[in-house]
Every structure is written in structure tokens, then in C-alpha cells.
């Protein structure tokens, strides 16, 4: 087994080669900033990652979260690594000097947390959930919010949560019922249950902070009458400390196939097990305006997804590292055409089909990586390119592509994983090994943070259409520029042309599919359009790997071996996933209707 | 959550309308056999599956097998649930009366033993590898070694195991070490380790019967010097009963991801722990010619790998129904066109993407059952149909299907339980509900009697080349005669077309991949080869399905809804499926050499 959690040299070629991440410190925010900063920081996430997070990867999974009725317990290596985590700062990687954070760019960030992705994704969770609940505050709340909140959060001293579903409105959160009653002082009262909130309930942080979607009676229907509150676990002091309890209860911990780490909770507020300043109900405040709750929500899901998709990509590169080590390093069978058991056999890595898998998996992983990185960047020129017209098209782009952040690694790095288990034998479906952990931790990522259908319902129905299609024509630029770059290369001139006519078929199955003039017709196939759009996507991406690689090698850069196998991976990519992309358009554009047709009965 | 594990109308359509199995009640074998005896042996094994196995599938997977250095513990129900299956005779319901038999055609008897691994997989284990052990003494065997061990054994008094495997040697029997060392009074002794064995230590049984592939010094090296033994744990007395221990010691128990009910084990041959008879070495008896292991072994592999198919399949619609059961009773969101939150929620089988995900599984579980019961009837004719020409055609026939059989199911009814659990959401993903363990447990069949690679070299390297492609051959008769009789009906006429061009393709690439003219190049792709076959094999299996729905609709038969589903299923694999195979076939045509031309050091 490899302790390497993910490649260095490919991390750096993503970064420095193809997003030029280095370009950033000439802005203002980053001036502070230089390659050095980042490998420090890179650096530092290493080994933090592999010293207090790897090692309690597997005992997390075999001892998870307990509730004895009125305390959770976890194991103690999880507050240790999160105590280092906080420690050197990571919890405000991204963050103003002014909340004591580092002020890196976001592509940096990012790449800091693949590590610990990489390392535990469970421990990991607590860290990343209050990072996005801090992000919501500082966007949408009052300074004194801020104060109040996030400045704990970002300094490790409290956690945060994001309290959205309810047992009986999962996808749907039109259909949410916790009830928020206004008070006087302005404040609210919470009543109503929360399912499926990590880290819900746990002792490592002397507060927890919820942050909340409910209905403030009066309200209009559906997703229009929902709210954002902030609603700790314990109320606040004048001083800033955590005092009397507020009335957010565990009613119980949900036991999941994997991510067995992460304390997965049903809350209960206002129950009645605390009264709160005598009186029923969890103490809450409103964040932004009323009603508003859900575009507060929906304006951090970018990142939240972009998060998601990176933890999916990175139990894939987990895997893929500790197969290929498997792969070199064991011995069976023999080349087909040599039939002479005498001769020694050869190692895994021999044989035509495990390179198959490895190259899968190379191609997967390194394509999907670069994707949420390439988003991440997008956000940094989102915040910070000094160019206006720089700005909206980061953001235009970033929201077409969010989708496939989240989707497309939460299917296809969990195939990788598959095909880990594969490589390793009967080993692999084994406990003694970690492939079978990263397998099961990953199937949670098509699940949260929007299913699938629902990102292919996102995309299809709003993205893709959204402002008279201005984002898909936008990566439609996007593509015929590296189209044209990569064509005067031969190591890249047919990837070129492959993509081009995939990008074409895209746009035509788009309107094709817009053209039936029926809704529930032009969405029927909606998760079939997001396995295509990932796929053209996810090529596009590989293309810009794959022009890079060409040109270093075209220079005499050295390094041939690397950049040989991103070549080689690219022309997987090509070959063997983007003509998939044929038969989806095909389906697409005969809005076929055999699942509208099905009737219940039949089945 | 639904108690059903299998649907019986279903079955009814495959066993009767489809497979006619009540034509073999014609066969002398069969004679004393009607349907009435044959729903009888169903309803006893639903009922059976339903009360004794069932129940206990959670909990084998909660308190797996454990080991404390000297015994095996396995939970009592185990025990219990086996001794109700051996106490209806159903360990002996394909065998011989002479045995205790009850004389079922195969057809029959995995159509009841579906309903046991659908129920509990890890404990029906222990059943179905006892038969297959016992059907390959019946085999191979002498008289005595009949005696000895398979009446206890289908009488269910000890059980049995297989041990191929070993340590260093996984798919690559070839390079097996166990050693067998004769002694003058004709026995041996075995001394080596073998991994993996299924069922190698309990104490569900006075004694335990295994199999072993081991080599005598001085013979071939390779697979042409592997001998097959049978060694039981405790040596036989005079009287059959069991006696002294046999130098068969337990290592280690494998703690697996899925399957946890099936103890899974490290056996030490020859270690010293126990010396029977004063001797060093576990006593074992040659079965069959010396040398000859092997071919004796692959004798038995058909059955046994259809069974791994079927394992795969029951896991599959085991899932299903529950997703269907789940998706008609929670409602959750409004169709895409309704924009109206105060309308009430709908059922989420309401929604296409469900029913595209609903339709796909009922598209994989009940191609594959079909798939497999066909294998079953192929047996049965192999064996007892009356004319010579219709024995060694489906003998043929079944040579080639075995490998689809085995692979197929294990990679489309693993994606089955994936998209279960999808269609649960966060609640899939939880242990509440069987279907995340239907997916862990599934996860095992791409692996064990013989891997998805195996399976591919073994399809395209063997059984569509052997004897001039005669069985390929019998298989396009067969997908001919098929599509002339679904081109009189509007319903399947377009499938018809369908199936005769996919069919064609297949032809096609194999001429193509063996004008390469280089093994090596031919077979590295095999397991896209396996893919693209068994993805044209399952269409030819659901025209037969169409086919048959489609006339019973024409004759006015009644139960409009059930033939209407097979239809609609039939049209999802025809429409989302098979075209999969244009780029399978593209890519295997272009005998690409991308993974031949990956470079370990460019990983």
C-alpha cells in the first residue's frame, strides 16, 4: 500500500501549466502571495493530511459515531486532526487577513483540501461544512452576524452546519415545514425537524452553528416563503461566549454504507427540552431578507457542489494511486501469447486489461481534478480579475459548469474506485485494504448536495437555457479556442476534431430537445443530457491537458514519461468515452418517451 | 419496505410461456414430475426463503463470521435457516433419487434456489457450494467417493468447499503450490495454503468435504500438472461417520465489504497443527485421472458460474423490488411542468427519471433471470433431451453463454442495486434499508469464479473460436430465427432490426479482431468484447421475452399491464442499451492499441 494521497507533479502541472495559478499574485487580494506561499501551503496540507488524517481513515469507518441518548462520541484521533488542522490555519485558507485568514486564492485552497479529501473524507467533513456555512454569513449576514459567528468558525472554535432537508422533503425543498415564529425583539422561534445534517451533534467544538431554512408563517407557498436563519447550538453571550442551551436536539444518528465519520443527524428544534430564556422554541435569527432564504442558499451551493465534486475526485485519485501501486507490484499470470508456466509471471501492470483499468482511472481522476480546479479558478476571477467582462464570464461559466463539478466525478471516480477493487482481486474486496472504504464512501456523492437528477434537471432546464443560452455558447467559445490551438499539433489534431463534432452534436441535442415544446418531454432524459454534457465537458478538459503536454514535449521540456501519459490518458479519454457521447445525443434527440409512457401498473 | 423477493408471475413467464419447462415432465427423468410438482418446490422454497432466511440477512451482515484462534462462531439463524432448507430436501432437488434426490430439472431448481439468494446470499452460500462440490464427485468420483462423501452431503450432514486459489495465485492457477505427496497405500498428502474458500471453517456441520487443486511432484508444470483431491476436514471412519482431525487448520478469516455472511477463509494444509495417522500433512484422495485437476474442474464451472450469475441477478431484483415499493409510496416534488407548490406532492415513481432508473433495473434483473434460466435449460437439455443433436447443441450453446451468464449479472445487476439505492436518496444510503447492502454484497460477484477479465479472455480467447466458431454460429441461427418471428408483429418488428444489425456488428468485430493476427492485440480488449457480447445476448433474451408478450397481447390473453411492461422493458434495453454496442464494436474494430502502448512509467 502507497501512503501517497494524490500526485504532486500532477497537482503542479494542473496549477502552474494549465491554470496559471501563479498569474493571480499579481492581484491586489493575493499580492502578499507568490509560488512559494502556495507550495508552503501545499506543502503544509501534505502532511498535515498525512499525519492526522490518513491514519484514523480506516478506525473512523470501523468505529463510528455513537449516541448513547445524550452525547455522541467520536473517536479521539478526529478532534486531534481537526486541532491540527485548525492549527496552521487551514479553517481560513481561503479568508481576509481581517478573520485571520490567509488570503489565498481559491484554486489554492481548493488544491490544499484535495489532500484531505484524499486523506479522510469524513473527518474532513467538519471542516468544509463550516467553511461553507462562514461563506454563506459573511455574504449574506450583519456585521454583527459575522462577528458573533464567523469569526469562531473560521477560527476552529466552533463548527457549523447547514440544515436544509426534512424527513419528509428531501429533493424537494418546496416542501420543508419548520416553522419560524417572530418575537418581538426581532428574534424567531424554531419548530420542526432536520434530517441528513452532517455534523449535526458532536463535543468538538464548545458550539455548533446551525444555519437554517424554515417558514416564517404567512409566508407565500413553496420555495418563495422560505428563510435563512442563524440558530446556535448554544445562545451567545454579551462576551461572545457559548452560554445556555438553545432547544436544537438530536433525536438520532443516521448509519450509513460509508463516510461513517461524519456524524449524519436528525435534529429536532423546539421540541421542548430546553426552554431558552423560559420560553418554547430554538432561539433563531434571520439571515438576509425574509423570504430570500433559498437565493441566499443557492448563491454558496456553487462552491458547495464544486466541494462535493472535489471530495468524489479525490477517493477516486486515492484509489487510483493505491491500485496502480497494487498493480506494480504484484505478481500474476502471464502475457496471453505466452504459454510457458515455467517463465516467472509478470506484474499486474502487464496485462492489456489492468491498464485498461489504470487508464480509466488516470483518466478520470486527472480529468475530473482539473476540472474543479479549473472552477475553482473561475471563482477567483469571479471575486478578484480586475477586468469586468472577466468577472460575469467566470461566474456565467462557473454556473454551467457546477453541475457537472458535482455529477460527473460522483459518477466516474466512483466507477474508478469500482475498477481499484477490480485491480486489487478478491484483496480489494477486502477490509484489509482501503479501495473497499473509498468505494463505499463514495456512493454518498451522486446522493447530497442535489442528486443527480436534480443537477441534470439544473442543467437541462435552467443552465443550459438561462439568459438566451449566453454560458453554453460562452464554453461553445471556450471549446472552438482550444479546438484551434490543438490542431496544430499531431499529437492532438484528432482530439480536435473528436471534440468539435461533439460539441456540435451537444448544441444540436440542445435544441432538439427544446424544440418538442413540452416540458416534461425536453426534461424525460434530463440525467441522460448531464452524462453527455460531462462527458463533452470532461473532453474539453483533457484537450487543454493534452495541448499543454503536446507543447512540452514539442519543447524539449524533459519530464517525457509525465507528459507522455497525459497524452496517452487524453487519447483514452477520447477513445474509449467521448463516442459514448453518439449514442446519448441519439436517444436525446428522438425525445424518446418509453419512461414518460411506463405506467405504474406495468412494472 | 416489501417482503417480496422475487416477482413469481414473473418467473411464471420465464419458466412457462418462455422456456416451456413443462415439456421436460416428457423426459423419463422428469416423468414423475408435473407443474403442479414444480410450483410445489417454488412455493416451498419462497416459503422457505421467506421465513427462515430473510430474516437473519441483516444481522449475518452486522455480526459477521468470528474466528477466536480456534473455533469459528457463526449467528445461530445460520444454523437453523440451513437445517430448514436440508429438511425439505432442496440440497438434493436436482439429484438422483438414488441420493435422495429429488430428480427436479435444473430449470426447476434454480428458479427455487433464486429465491435463497435473494433472501440471504452469504448464508445460501453454504448450500450451493456443497451441491457443486458434490456434482463434481458425482462427476468425477469412484464409486466409494460417492458413497463417502456426497450422500452426506446432499443429505446435508456435512458440507463442502472449493480450493482453487492460494495466495500468490488468484486468476493464475497455473502457479498454484499446493503439494501432493502419494503414499503407498494410494493416499496423499497436501501440504500449501489456499485463499479465499468460502465456507472453509464452521460448525455447521460434523465434517466439511474439500475439493483442492494441488500438484504432485514431478508432473507438468502449469496448469497440465494440477491434480484434483479430496481432503475432509475430520478422515472418515469405516462406518461413513466422521473421525480424526484432518491437517486442515483454519489461518485467518477474510473480513470482507459485502458477503459478510459467508465465512471466507485461509485454510492451512499440511501445517503439523494435527498429524492423522502420526504423519505429517493433510490426507487427501486423488479425484479422477492424476493431472487431469483442472479439465475435471472446468467440468463443474457452467453450473458453477451460472450460479454466480444467478447470485448477482437475485441481488439485483431483490433491489429493485424494493426501489419499486419505495418509489410508490414516497411522495417527494411535482412534475417539471407544475409550478404550483400547494398541489400536493406526487409519488416519486411519478417522476421519468425514476422510471428511467425503475425501467433499467427491471430492463437488467429481469434480462439477466431469463438469461440465466435459459442456461439452466440448457443444462437440462444437455443432459436428458431425447435427440443427440440437441444435447451437444446445448451443450454448445451454454459454452458460450457461461461466460455472459456469469459477467453479465455481476455488472448490470450490481448497477441495479446502484441505482436503488439512488432512488431511495439519503435513506438508500443508509443500513435502514437492504438495498446499500444488496449493492456491498454484489460488489463480490465481478470478482470470484473467475474475474470480468477472466471472463473476457475466456469468451473471446475460447468459446467464440472453439470448433470453428460452431457455437457463435448456433447463436446467430438462433438470433435469426428469433428476429423472423418478431418481424410479424408491429411490436417487436423495429427490435427485430435492431438485434439482426447488432448481431451482425458482433460478427463483424470478431472477424476483425482475429485478422489482427497477433494474440495479444486480439484479447486486449476482451473485456469490452464481453461488454459488447453480452449486451447483444441480453438483447436476443429480451426479443424472446418480447416476443412472447407481444403474441399473448394479440391473442387477448388478459393481464394487459404485465405483458405491456415486458414490452416497454424490452423497449428501454433496445433504446438506452444496445446501441452501446455501434461504440463498443467501433472501438474494437479500430483495434486500438492504447492501452498495449501504455508505459508503466508514464502512469
Known amino acids: 500500500m502507497t501512503s501517497k494521497l494524490l500526485s504532486r507533479r500532477d497537482l503542479d502541472f494542473v496549477l502552474y501549466e494549465l491554470l496559471d495559478a ?34 484514523h481513515n480506516r478506525k473512523s469507518d470501523e468505529n463510528e459515531p455513537t449516541f448513547d441518548g445524550d452525547k455522541v462520541t ?15 490555519v487551514l479553517m481560513a485558507a481561503e479568508h481576509d487577513y481581517e478573520y485571520g485568514g490567509m488570503q489565498l486564492p481559491l484554486t489554492i485552497a481548493k488544491a490544499c483540501f484535495a489532500y484531505f479529501k484524499a486523506a479522510n473524507v469524513g473527518t474532513a467533513a467538519y ?19 459575522i462577528d458573533t459567528y464567523v469569526r469562531p468558525m473560521l477560527a476552529g472554535r466552533w463548527f457549523g ?7 419528509q422533503a428531501g429533493s424537494s425543498l418546496s416542501d420543508i415545514r419548520t416553522r419560524a415564529e417572530s418575537r418581538p425583539d426581532g428574534s424567531y422561534r424554531l419548530f420542526g425537524n432536520k434530517m441528513w445534517i452532517s455534523g449535526g451533534e458532536h463535543d468538538l467544538t464548545e458550539n455548533i452553528v446551525h ?55 436528525l435534529l429536532n428544534f423546539g421540541e421542548g427540552k430546553f426552554r431558552p430564556g423560559g420560553e418554547a422554541g430554538a432561539v433563531a435569527y434571520l439571515v438576509g431578507e425574509a423570504n430570500r432564504g433559498l437565493a441566499c442558499m443557492f448563491h454558496m451551493m456553487n462552491e458547495a457542489r464544486i466541494g462535493v465534486g472535489l471530495g468524489a475526485v479525490m477517493l477516486g485519485y486515492a484509489g487510483y494511486l493505491q491500485s496502480l501501486d497494487y498493480a506494480r507490484h504484484r505478481p500474476q499470470g502471464r502475457h496471453p501469447a505466452n504459454k510457458n508456466p515455467a517463465d516467472p509471471q509478470v506484474p499486474l501492470i502487464e496485462h492489456a486489461d489492468i491498464r485498461r483499468m489504470l487508464l480509466a482511472q488516470k483518466a478520470y481522476v486527472e480529468g475530473a481534478l482539473t476540472l474543479n480546479l479549473y472552477c475553482a479558478r473561475l471563482v477567483d476571477d469571479q471575486k478578484t480579475a480586475p477586468e469586468e467582462g472577466v468577472r460575469s464570464e467566470a461566474g456565467l461559466l462557473l454556473d454551467l459548469l457546477t453541475p457537472i463539478a458535482k455529477s460527473w466525478p460522483s459518477q466516474w471516480c466512483l466507477e474508478a474506485n469500482s475498477l481499484a477493487i477490480q485491480i486489487h482481486g478478491g484483496y480489494g474486496y477486502t477490509r484489509d485494504y482501503p479501495v473497499e472504504q473509498y468505494y463505499r464512501d463514495n456512493r454518498l456523492n451522486p446522493i447530497h448536495e442535489g442528486t443527480h437528477g436534480i443537477q441534470g434537471l439544473d442543467l437541462l432546464g435552467r443552465k443550459v437555457v438561462q439568459q438566451g443560452g449566453a ?23 484528432m482530439f480536435a476534431r473528436a471534440l468539435g ?27 441522460v443530457y448531464l452524462e453527455m454534457f460531462g462527458h463533452v465537458v470532461i473532453a474539453w478538459i483533457w484537450l487543454k491537458q493534452a495541448v499543454v503536454a503536446a507543447k512540452a514535449l514539442a519543447d524539449g521540456k ?15 479519454f477520447f477513445r474509449y468515452e467521448l463516442p459514448k457521447t453518439v449514442q446519448w445525443c441519439e436517444l436525446l434527440q428522438s425525445l424518446d418517451t418509453t419512461t414518460l409512457d411506463m405506467k405504474d401498473a406495468w412494472f
Open 22 to 55: 501563479q498569474a493571480l499574485t499579481a492581484r491586489p487580494r493575493f499580492a502578499d502571495h507568490s509560488r512559494d506561499t502556495f507550495e508552503a501551503a501545499l506543502d503544509l496540507s501534505e502532511s498535515v493530511a498525512t499525519d492526522f488524517f490518513a491514519p
Open 74 to 88: 467520536l473517536i479521539p484521533e478526529v478532534g486531534t486532526a481537526l486541532k491540527a488542522f485548525v492549527d496552521v
Open 127 to 145: 471542516p468544509f461544512l463550516t467553511i461553507g456555512n462562514a461563506n454563506l454569513l459573511l455574504e449574506h449576514g450583519t456585521p454583527e452576524q
Open 161 to 167: 452546519t447547514m440544515c436544509l432537508s426534512e424527513p
Open 211 to 265: 444555519l437554517v431554512l424554515a417558514k416564517i408563517p404567512g409566508s407565500p407557498p413553496g420555495v418563495k416563503g422560505i428563510s435563512l436563519f442563524v440558530c446556535p447550538k448554544r445562545l451567545v453571550k454579551a462576551d461572545g461566549s457559548p452560554g445556555e442551551r438553545n432547544d436544537v436536539v438530536l433525536a438520532g444518528l443516521n448509519h450509513k454504507m460509508g463516510y461513517r465519520g461524519t456524524t449524519n443527524t
Open 471 to 493: 454560458a453554453f455558447k460562452l464554453l461553445g467559445r471556450e471549446i472552438e479556442k482550444i479546438c484551434k490551438e490543438a490542431a496544430s499539433s499531431r499529437d492532438t489534431v
Open 501 to 527: 463534432e461533439a460539441a456540435a452534436r451537444a448544441g444540436l441535442t440542445t435544441d432538439k430537445l427544446y424544440a418538442a415544446g413540452n416540458l416534461d418531454k425536453t426534461l424525460a432524459n434530463a440525467s
Open 558 to 572: 524533459g519530464e517525457e514519461a509525465f507528459y507522455r501519459g497525459k497524452l496517452q490518458a487524453a487519447g483514452f
